[in-house]
C-alpha cells in the first residue's frame, strides 16, 4: 500500500475527473504520483494537495519512465483529443519495462468502438486494444454519459451571453452523469484487485434529460430566459471550430468538435440512451446519492449567468 498510485491526466480540462481521483486518494491516506505535461501552477496546486508530480509526456516514451516506476495502479485519462493510441503504445511500452502488475483503470466512453462515427471513438477503441496485446489487462470504464462539466464547457458562453442552447442533439435522450462521481467510480476501481483480463464495462448515467429540458432547468434556476436550438452536425461542428481558432489554447479543439456533433447527431435518432440511468446502482457504489444536474446548476449558478447579471452593474 505504500507504492503509490499513478494518475494521468490530474490537470485535465474535460470533466476534470484526474483532480477529483488526486483529491480523493491523497484523501483517503494514498500516495500519489500525478503525471504533468508542465510544472506551471497547476502542478504546484497538485502538490499542495498531497500528490508528488513527474513531469512527462504520453508522447515521448523516455519521459514516462520515471513516472510509471514502482507503481501500484494507474488512472488513464487522455484529452478530449487526436492522439490516444500514440499515447497508448508509449505507455504500454514503460509499463511493461517497469511496473508491469499495475492496475490499469482507463476512463472510456460508450461510442468506444472500431467502427464508430466519431474518429475519437475509433482511437478510443484502438488504444484500449493496445493496452490489451501489451497483456496490462486493464479495466476499462466506458461512461455513456455526458459529464456535467461539458454543459459549461460546451455552452457556457452561449447561456450567459444569448440564453440559448444550440447542438445537433435535437430531442433525443441526452443521458448525464457528474464528473465526480465518475472519478469516485473510477477510484474505486483503483483501490480494488485488478482483472484477470481486460475488463469492460459501461457505468450507468445518473438520469436522462433532453437538452430542451435542460435549458428548461437553467432558465428556472437562473430566473431569466434560455431555450434550446436543435441545429445540424455540420452547423455546431463548424461553431466549434470557430470557437477553436478564436481561443487555440482554449480547451475545444477540432477533434472534439467532429466527435461531440456526430454523437450529438446519432443521440438524436434515438429513443433510448445507449446506456439505461440506474441512480441507485450509483448510489451502491458511491455511498451516496449521485448529484443530479439540477444540482450542478445550482451549485454553478454564476456561471449560467452573464457578469452584468452576477454583479448587477
Known sequence: MTAPVLVIGATGRHGGTGTTVVKRLVADGHP????????????????????TTVTGDLHDRASLVAAVRDVRAVYFTYPIGAGIVSAAANLSSALLAASPDAHLVVMSMAVSAVDSPSKLG????????????????????RFGALFHQNLLLLHGATI?????????????????????DAAEIAVAHLLGPPPKS???????????????????????????????????????????????????TGPINRAMAQHISTVGAALSQRTEPLVTPDPQALAAILG????????????????????TAVTGS
Do not use: C, M
Request: aromatic share 6%; hydrophobic share 40%; charged share 25%.
Open 288 to 307: 451516496r446519492e449521485p448529484v443530479r444536474l439540477v444540482d450542478f446548476i445550482r451549485n454553478n449558478l454564476a456561471h449560467f449567468v452573464a457578469s
Open 198 to 248: 481486460t475488463s469492460i464495462s459501461y457505468p450507468p448515467p445518473t438520469e436522462v434529460i433532453t437538452h430542451r429540458d435542460v435549458a428548461h432547468l437553467i432558465a428556472a434556476e437562473t430566473g431569466r430566459p434560455v431555450r434550446y436550438e436543435p441545429i445540424s452536425a455540420g452547423q455546431w461542428r463548424r461553431n466549434l471550430v470557430a470557437a477553436t481558432e478564436a481561443d487555440p
Open 32 to 51: 500519489v504520483r500525478a503525471l504533468v505535461h508542465t510544472d506551471d501552477e497547476r502542478a504546484s496546486r497538485l502538490r499542495r494537495l498531497g500528490a
Open 122 to 141: 475509433q482511437g478510443q477503441a484502438v488504444a484500449e486494444e493496445v493496452f490489451g496485446w501489451a497483456g496490462l489487462s486493464p479495466t476499462v470504464l
Open 160 to 180: 450567459r451571453e444569448k440564453g440559448l442552447i444550440a447542438n445537433s442533439f435535437g430531442d433525443g435522450p441526452a443521458p448525464w452523469i457528474g464528473g465526480d
